[in-house]
């Protein structure tokens, strides 16, 4: 059966002398893996469209009793060779991905994540890079099966949630004290972007960093 799809490329590898193996995060089939047979022929109509984060339209036939597929056709739709003018977000976005790829089993469909990678690498061309990033680790977190148990108050009743547990991960207050101080902003500001309330809040860089810390910090607790 023939599969047109869309997909974000995500990391490809050398594959013999002129062929690659593409990782991809598609719309219909989640993480895949592809052999892309010719790739490095100078003539390949491969070349600059199978790039790092580019968004490409594939083309392949689906057969039972595999996971590699062979890709026939790729088309570029939008590429984001802009995102070479910032090497810090590009690095976070790599982490990300590579996160994605640890974590995310292969062939399945993950509608939310390939949306929220979308609404990334949007996010990083309008200038949002902070809230997009931070809201795409919470939708991964999500999809391993770690979401942020959030809440507007303390399980004490408390509406103060200034310490994250990343036992549970749960947000608390100061009088239960359990967990690792974070703030009330941090709690506040990720309550907003679960419930897709970004534009209400506005996140620094250094505000960013430590959020993402904790995050990880979290991610590797249960890993």
């Keep these: 059966m023939l599969v047109r799809d869309t997909a974000y490329v995500l990391k490809k590898v050398l594959f013999k002398e002129t062929s690659l193996i593409l990782n991809v995060l598609s719309r219909g089939g989640g ?10 022929r100078p003539k390949s109509p491969f070349l600059g469209v199978i790039e790092f984060l580019n968004e490409i339209e594939i083309h392949y036939y689906k057969k039972e009793n595999t996971t590699l597929y062979t890709l026939n056709k790729a088309e570029l739709i939008k590429d984001h060779f802009s995102l070479t003018l910032y ?4 690095m976070e976005i790599g982490e990300l991905v590579q996160y994605t ?4 089993p292969y062939n399945e469909p993950v509608p939310a994540l390939y949306q929220s990678f979308s609404f990334l690498l949007r996010g990083v061309g309008d200038k949002k890079e902070n809230k997009a990033l931070l809201y795409y680790f919470l939708t991964l977190l999500q999809e391993m099966g770690l979401p942020l148990k959030i809440s507007e108050h303390c399980i004490c009743g408390n509406a103060e949630r200034s310490y994250f547990d990343p036992e549970n991960g749960s ?3 100061s009088h239960c004290r359990k967990g690792i101080f ?3 902003k941090m709690a506040d500001d990720l309550t907003a972007l679960a419930g897709h309330r970004g534009k209400e809040i506005e996140i620094s860089s250094a505000e960013k960093a430590g959020y993402m810390e904790i995050l990880k910090e979290y991610m590797k607790y249960h890993k």
């Design 87 to 90: 090497p810090d977000v590009l």
């Design 101 to 104: 790829r640890r974590n995310i």
């Design 182 to 184: 974070v703030g009330e």
């Design 31 to 40: 993480l895949q893996s592809f052999m892309v047979k010719g790739a490095l």
């Design 171 to 173: 947000f608390g207050c």
